[in-house]
């Protein structure tokens, strides 16, 4: 795991999008490898329904900025202590389609247990770094995105869950500078902008 590659890291950044949001990547380390923690959203909420995401949430006027802001939530969702954190560096800023800009930052956590903390996590899942750079875990379709035109999506298949999305795009990111895992060229597929998604 090369942390230092994601510190020399100098990310972009997105302005000009409705809200603020910040979330942590948080890596475990046990005798058997790194790992990564990632939430199941609940089922009734309105914004990405039962999708794998990250720790974290919307900025709020009383946070700091938006390190804190991470701080907050993930306290709020997993049960994380501020104190238990050490951010590593960041990945670029992106833009959802609920028109945020998500930042990222890739954070140490320690291996203990975690519980959903909030009516907005459904659960927590501890996924290998392992099976997540498996190129036989992952596949990626190419389509035409409503608000953002040619887009490639990308899907992690690892122990019963699917990553994909936004997290998904970080993932890749803190995979390539991380691991060295390489995405590959070509997409698997090209999908019609109405076909059905996870």
Do not use: C
Not at 50 to 56: A, E, H, L, V
């Amino acid at each position: 795991m090369d942390f230092e590659a994601v510190a020399r890291f100098s990310p972009t950044e997105v302005t000009g999008e409705e809200r603020e949001a910040a979330v942590f990547v948080p890596v475990i380390e046990r005798a058997d490898g790194y790992y990564l923690l990632f939430t199941k959203r609940a089922e009734h909420l309105p914004d990405h329904p039962g999708q794998m995401s990250f720790p974290g949430g919307g900025y709020e006027p009383a946070d700091e900025d938006l390190v804190t802001t991470a701080m907050r939530e993930a306290d709020e969702e997993i049960g994380l202590d501020p104190s238990e954190v050490t951010v590593v560096g960041r990945l670029d800023d992106i833009r959802t389609i609920t028109r945020y800009a998500v930042r990222p930052f890739v954070a140490t956590i320690p291996d203990r247990e975690y519980v959903p903390g909030d009516e907005e996590v459904a659960e927590i899942a501890v996924l290998p770094v392992a099976e997540l750079i498996d190129l036989s875990n992952y596949e990626s379709e190419r389509r035409d995105h409503p608000h953002y035109g040619d887009i490639r999506l990308h899907f992690f298949h690892v122990d019963d869950y699917t990553v994909w999305g936004a997290t998904a795009r970080m993932l890749v990111q803190f995979l390539d500078l991380a691991t060295g895992w390489e995405m590959p060229a070509e997409v698997d597929r090209v999908a019609d902008a109405d076909a059905d998604l996870p």
